[in-house]
């Protein structure tokens, strides 16, 4: 049995997007998507899932360039634009923390 693919990585995708994180592969909802957890500080992470046609590239890197580069790209999931824009009041996303593994 192969290992599962685990990996700390830059990602781009179709629309000139680029994420940066831990990298893992999952099954949902009967198809492999590409999970990306995604450093919003040392503790906490967003986590979005891509399917592999939307994925145009994948760099692997070490955790250190990975958690460098998702600061550069800054921490806001894409929708918060949208939120922001026509409900103010929902701007803030919530966020995962593997503290206590939860979402706060």
Known sequence: MADKFDQWGILELMGHQRTAGRLTEEMIAGSNLLR?????????????YYGSSAIYALHVTSEETARKAAGAMGTKPPYAYVLEASRPELAAARTYSDEDGGFV
């Open 36 to 48: 990306v957890d995604i450093p919003i500080n040392a503790h906490e992470f967003r986590t979005a």
